[in-house]
């Protein structure tokens, strides 16, 4: 271990915005590079796969802003708590209606590691809130960096004006520069202890595999529906949508999009 890495175990030598960028490093590069994401980069995106990715969203940012709005005076959220500039569920939900209509909410569909995802925010709502800043800080900054290139690429790909694309729109955000740094600002000044900095460096890690696992189930589960469309598709035990969620009265499987889906065709995004 060598100096630098040293100082980021031991939660010591630097800001902890820098030490999460420094110990994601490494999962940073995987998840730009998962086919969804390069297909997105590159424009290779279609209606039916941003449909599907805002779905997973929705309820990512569900669980995140549930969580965070529940524990927006813990001594670790409150700083970086800015829910006029940036909560994502109403753009979300703004963008799910346009698409889907006023009955969007049963047409949603999403993977089991989207399942697994929103699990786990709750879970550390639950009993360890501290770490919602590693979820906050890598959902939200990666929205105010390449989500609003991947923004404009949605827009041309798909010839969309203002509407559907609510989600890549901060209002409340006249200069993302400046407010990523004031939000980074923030976040440092949180107080933690060395064992409680380590485990949010931890979480942090966590949160970019929770998202690559996402996109490569959303990537899976789009070749299934393409398969389906000729015939060649089988089903996988590890990408059946809405796992363990079926029960819901918010989120259900209906198999209205999912035949859609596999008549039209693929794909999808990252918010880093």
């Known amino acids: 271990m060598d100096n630098t890495e040293r100082k980021v175990a031991n939660g010591d030598g630097s800001d902890l915005s820098e030490q999460i960028k420094e110990v994601t490093k490494d999962s940073h590069v995987r998840a730009e590079n998962t086919q969804l994401m ?3 980069q590159k424009g290779q995106i279609t209606l039916p796969q941003y449909k599907i990715l805002l779905c997973s969203l929705y309820e990512i940012y569900r669980a995140l802003e549930d969580e965070l709005d529940r524990h927006s005076t813990h001594p670790a959220v409150e700083p970086i708590y800015f829910p006029q500039e940036l909560a994502r569920l109403e753009s979300l939900e703004r963008d799910l209606e346009y698409f889907f209509g ?4 049963k047409r949603v569909i999403v993977p089991a590691a989207t399942h697994r995802y929103t699990e786990r925010l709750r879970e550390i709502g639950r009993s360890s809130p501290n770490l919602l800043v590693a979820h906050a800080y890598t959902r939200y900054l990666g929205d105010l960096s390449g989500g ?3 923004g404009k690429i949605t827009q041309k790909s798909m010839g969309l004006g203002k509407e559907g694309v609510a989600f890549f729109s901060f209002p409340g955000v006249t200069s993302p ?3 990523k740094q004031l939000y980074r600002s923030r976040m440092n000044s949180i107080e933690l202890s060395v064992e409680e900095r380590r485990k949010v460096l931890d979480e942090a890690v966590r949160a970019f ?3 690559i696992e996402v996109f490569d189930d959303l990537q899976k589960m789009l070749s299934i529906t393409e398969g389906a469309s000729d015939g060649s598709g089988t089903q996988n035990g590890s990408i059946i949508p809405l796992k363990g969620i079926s ?3 918010v989120i259900k499987l209906t198999l209205g999009l ?3 889906l596999a008549t039209v065709g693929i794909g999808v995004y ?3």
């Open 38 to 40: 390069l297909n997105y």
């Open 177 to 179: 520069h400046r407010f």
């Open 209 to 211: 595999e929770f998202n």
């Open 258 to 260: 999912c035949v859609a």
């Open 247 to 249: 029960g819901s009265p």
């Open 270 to 272: 990252s918010a880093f």
């Open 102 to 105: 006023a009955q969007w909410k």
């Open 148 to 150: 609003q290139v991947l």
